[in-house]
């Protein structure tokens, strides 16, 4: 697989960790009154789509950024990647 | 009908026209005391263990596909019961108990071989790790042994023993462990389920569960609705796709694992061999091919195919313990879709709903559990109770922090 770094371009996907699915970004709040709960659900329950996919990946043997990966899971074939970065502040996290 | 020497030598001489198909090919009944989704192995068995040990003969299985077409028949054949941990070792002993007896229990050639299983050893540390397994192995009633590299020189003098990286220093040694037919697996159980009054109804995908107030009382199929007093999910590699249909989300992740198989070569590897400092398995089949394996590709995917960069690594590991296999050629390779859950080890629970009950997660090492899985999902669902060795598979164990995790990787499956 091909993944195009939006800053590096095309590199090869070995280059990468998987890490899972995006929701792994929305780290709940622990001091909420559900927190135990929802940290079950954030550390242990997946979606696992077959189709669409957003996703994780670390380019550890590249420049070390996290990426946001949209895959299909039935063809392997990649529609989009952004830096997890950017997607991270939009959903209002500070970084 | 049952099998024997002189029928099939009776059947040779008389131009083997009495054979007879092995398994009816109903329609759907209105309704059913218990269905099985998936006609894989551990589907099979249960539907067969349900008949025959507790009674329960008013089943069906429902098959997508065809029985045997999913993961029994794309796995790399090894039975085995080397594990750990108190919650999976005694499980996989009793699987391993029943392989020993299953070709009686089925009539059926299963062409089950014990020939031992090498856990190779390449580090002080490793020997110690090792050393700890087989004594929980014999805690469980299991057999093992530390061999010193001398015991393996006698065995399998062609391993790579003086690998500058990876010297060979010993070995976890199980016997009873070896290899089976994997598709006669799925079609012994099939008959023998079949003439117990078993439905095994194929090409009838799920497409939904009718749920009334918390209580599963059928499923939607492409076939018609049927109706069950309880409805028991058996689809590992897609088991993500179909409980969401019950509005499930699931500890697994689904994942491909690829497997391979050289051109036929004379009798060159007595048992099976794994490689300890990286991922490697083979063994060698009836039929002279090299079957092998390694690493899961390592990223969500219901694709049954892998990428070549996994493909590197497993023929890497290979020639790092046995050079001589880089003489042999590859004849097929292909992936299988794997449950990869959140521990490394698997489920068989009853679900939050009602007469709902759930088997997956078996990560790569289901086809070894096949008949304790379904010796032990019939016993849940017979008596809603577990089975005593399958007391520990329950989806609920990480809220009570009570992961089986025989690797300690944390939650990470593509680890496991």
Known sequence: MIIHHPLLGPRDAAEFVYKGDVTLIDRPDWQAEDAAEAFHDYLYLRDNPAGEHRELWFHEQGDRSWLVVTRNTLTHEITKVELARDVARERGRSR | ?416
């Open chain 2, 1 to 416: 009908m049952k099998y024997s020497a002189l029928k099939i030598l009776w059947e040779g001489l008389t131009g083997n026209k009495g054979w007879a198909p092995v398994w009816r090919e109903p329609d759907p009944k209105p309704e059913y005391d218990v269905i099985i989704i998936g006609g894989g192995g551990h589907g099979l068995a249960t539907a067969y263990y349900l008949a025959k040990e507790f009674g329960v003969a008013n089943v069906a299985v429902l098959e997508k596909g065809w029985i045997g077409g999913g993961n029994v028949g794309r796995n790399t054949t090894i039975i085995r019961s080397n594990y750990l941990l108190e919650g999976n070792q005694p499980f996989y002993e009793l699987s391993l108990k029943l392989w020993e007896g299953l070709e009686q229990d089925l009539n059926y050639n299963a062409m089950i071989s014990q020939r031992g299983i090498l856990n190779l050893i390449h580090s002080d540390a490793q020997r110690d790790a090792f050393a700890r397994r087989a004594n929980g192995m014999r805690l469980s009633g299991a057999d093992s042994e530390l061999l010193d590299t001398a015991g393996i020189r006698k065995m399998c003098p062609f391993l790579d023993f003086e690998n500058a990286r990876f010297p060979i220093q010993g070995a976890l040694w199980q016997p009873r462990g070896g290899t089976v037919r994997h598709d006669a697996v799925a079609w012994g159980y099939a008959r023998g389920a079949d003439a117990r009054g078993v439905d095994i109804i194929q090409n009838c995908e799920v497409t939904g569960f009718q749920i009334e107030n918390g209580t599963c009382t059928g499923v939607e199929t492409s076939r018609g609705a049927i109706r069950a007093r309880k409805v028991a999910v058996c689809v590992a590699g897609s088991s993500g796709r179909v409980m969401a249909q019950a509005g499930m989300r699931l500890p697994i992740e689904s994942h491909v694992l690829q497997a391979f198989v050289s051109e036929g070569l004379k009798p060159v590897i007595p048992g099976v061999i794994t490689f300890g400092a990286g991922h490697f398995y083979v063994s060698q089949s009836d039929k002279g091919g090299l079957v092998f394996g390694g690493d899961i590709d390592g990223y969500n995917t219901y694709a049954q195919r892998g990428g070549l960069p996994v493909v590197e690594d497993v023929c890497e590991g290979g020639m790092a313990i046995m050079p001589m296999i880089g003489r042999a050629r590859l004849l097929r390779m292909w992936g299988g879709v794997m449950d990869m859950s959140m521990d490394g080890s698997p489920f068989i629970d009853k679900t939050h709903i009602d007469g709902l009950y759930f088997n997956g997660g078996w990560c790569y090492g289901g086809f070894k559990a096949t008949p304790a899985s379904g010796y032990c999902y019939a016993h849940l669902i017979a008596r809603d109770q577990p089975h005593e060795v399958a007391t520990q598979f329950r989806l609920d164990r990480f809220a009570r922090g009570a992961m089986i995790d025989e690797k300690g990787q944390g939650a990470q499956p593509n680890l496991h």
